[in-house]
């Protein structure tokens, strides 16, 4: 009967060994997640001595599997005999850890930092953490590394200083860059748990170093970690210490890490203190900032308020149309604090650069802008200074631009209402009916296409629909089609009366036309438009 016992005992393990050898991955996490079964039937004993350690030996699986054993191992304090047995079980796995050939130690560090927090014995922990920091292998020590701030924050303060410190220095001076840049993580962590007093001497160095590290990885995880570091470390620091370090950040060599600090910009300024925050600003940040195309993007509104003398002329001066084109995009934000004057004193003459850029793309994207510079500049503005810029965009060489144009005018007239339309655009869009260039021609008739909706049925009736008569008439075929597809699109905004006695006639005329396409898309206007 012992000896049977004795079997029945061994079948749970032995069951997980087949499960976990199983080419199946979602059975090999079932099995997994039984593992708590499994340390019950086999007792604490047991559990410290055969199963611990063999998960250790023989555990070599993905990423998946490997957390879901993590977390397992996160919930088995009582199942090696509660916090006094823990120890043991630590020295066990750190023992298997520790021999040659094991590529799973990043396990032990999950280990550690999941039941750290109710760990009795640190000084055996820190130990054999101690160990995983200085391994042989990259993968340990990357994994230690991004455990680092984790493990301390479970800690007494008095180990963080004698034994957590002296692993942060060790990891953000490793050979590989892929350990010193997660260390960087580490050390913000470390630095939340640390009094004042103590940063100075303790973090600070190591941080300044790795803010001129010669990976550009590790700067570039400086720079995205600025803002978290700037809190944890106060004021006093961030004027001495972080202040010179984000200068170089926003001036690095690789456009990833000017990028990431730029980014930050903006949370870096508004966390400055007060009684130094105008200094820095003008003395440090804005003539490193100068050079970035994230400018606008990057200060709040309150900060540009207070810095608009110096945001216009570094507007004025830059040539960069990416540049220019990014404060246009937030112009509503940059117009609440400077003013309507002062605002268009500065950016007319690069609205105008812009609109007349060489780059077409440049020019699209002016164009895009048109609808928020017309609602924060105001008609009269508008009608005075970049009226004939838009009409001038109606006969540009390029075909996107043309078609933006035209969506720019619905835009306008949607902002500024159908009079406006009626006295300023709408005029010089048909005049452009009698165009030599066919191209020309073809852009009043997308005009009216876009225009008759929010112009409504009575300036389409009464200005725009004789245009179209007369244009199907034009010698090109392409613009008598265009003319059949105009009355199809504007059909709707026509009352019943006017399609049956003045489009229709027009349309019949069209389909008899000796061109193929023309009779087509007038065939096909009578159809959809019901005038058969």
Excluded at 521 to 526: L, M, N, S, T, V
Aim: with cysteine.
């Amino acid at each position: 009967m012992a000896g049977a016992d004795s079997d029945d005992s061994l079948y749970p393990i032995a069951v997980l060994i087949d499960e976990l050898r199983n080419e199946d991955v979602q059975l090999r996490l079932n099995s997994i997640k039984k593992l708590s079964t499994i340390a019950l039937a086999l007792g604490v004993e047991r559990t410290r001595t055969e199963l611990l350690p063999f998960l250790t030996d023989t555990i070599y699986d993905e990423d998946e599997v490997l957390l879901a054993l993590a977390e397992q191992l996160g919930n088995f304090t009582m199942l090696v005999g509660g916090s006094q047995a823990d120890d043991a079980a630590v020295r066990g796995l750190a023992r298997h850890a520790a021999a040659p050939g094991k590529e799973n130690h990043y396990l032990i560090v999950f280990f550690f930092c999941l039941i750290g927090n109710v760990l009795t014995h640190v000084s055996s922990l820190l130990r054999h953490f101690r160990t995983l920091c200085s391994d042989d292998t990259p993968m340990v020590r990357r994994a230690a590394a991004s455990k680092l701030g984790e493990f301390a924050k479970v800690l007494e303060l008095e180990y963080v200083k004698s034994d957590i410190i002296s692993l942060f220095t060790a990891l953000a001076s490793d050979e590989q860059d892929s350990v010193r840049l997660l260390a960087v993580e580490a050390g913000v962590s470390i630095a939340t748990l640390l009094p004042q007093e103590d940063l100075e001497t303790l973090v600070m160095p190591t941080l300044r170093q790795a803010a001129e590290d010669k990976s550009w990885r590790v700067r570039y995880m400086v720079a995205d970690k600025f803002s978290d570091l700037q809190k944890a470390v106060g004021p006093e620091i961030t004027k001495n210490d972080l202040v010179p370090a984000f200068q170089n950040l926003l001036k690095d060599c690789e456009a990833e890490v000017r990028a990431a600090a730029a980014n930050k910009v903006k949370e870096f300024c508004e966390n400055l203190p007060e009684d130094s925050r105008e200094t820095i600003i003008m003395t440090h940040i804005l003539p490193c900032v100068k050079v970035k195309c994230f400018f606008i993007q990057r200060l709040s509104t309150s900060l540009i308020g207070e810095y608009a003398d110096d945001m216009k002329f570094f507007y004025r001066t830059y040539n960069c149309p990416e540049v220019r084109l990014n404060i246009i995009s937030n112009l509503d934000c940059v117009n609440e604090v400077i003013g309507i004057r002062q605002l268009s004193q500065s950016l007319l003459p690069a609205i105008v650069e812009l609109a007349e850029d060489a780059k077409w793309r440049v020019r699209l994207a002016i164009i895009e802008y048109m609808p928020l510079l017309a609602g924060q500049l105001g008609v009269e503005f508008f009608d005075e200074k970049l009226n004939s810029l838009c009409m001038a965009w109606l006969v540009d060489h390029v075909y996107a631009i043309r078609e933006a144009a035209t969506c720019n005018l619905m835009k306008l007239v949607e902002k500024f209402g159908a009079e406006w339309a009626q006295n300023t655009i709408v005029p010089k869009v048909l005049g452009m009916a009698n165009d030599p260039n066919y191209l020309h021609r073809m852009t009043t008739l997308f005009c009216i296409n876009a225009l008759s909706e929010v112009c409504g049925q009575d300036i389409t009736t009464k200005h725009m629909l004789p245009v179209v008569f007369k244009m199907s008439n034009d010698q090109v075929a392409n613009v008598r089609f265009n003319v059949a597809k105009s009355l199809q699109k504007i059909g709707p905004v026509l009352d019943s009366n006017c399609l049956q006695t003045e489009v229709k006639p027009v349309l019949e005329k069209l389909a008899s036309d000796q061109d193929m396409d023309v009779k087509y898309f007038a065939q096909e206007a009578i159809s959809v438009l019901s005038l058969a």
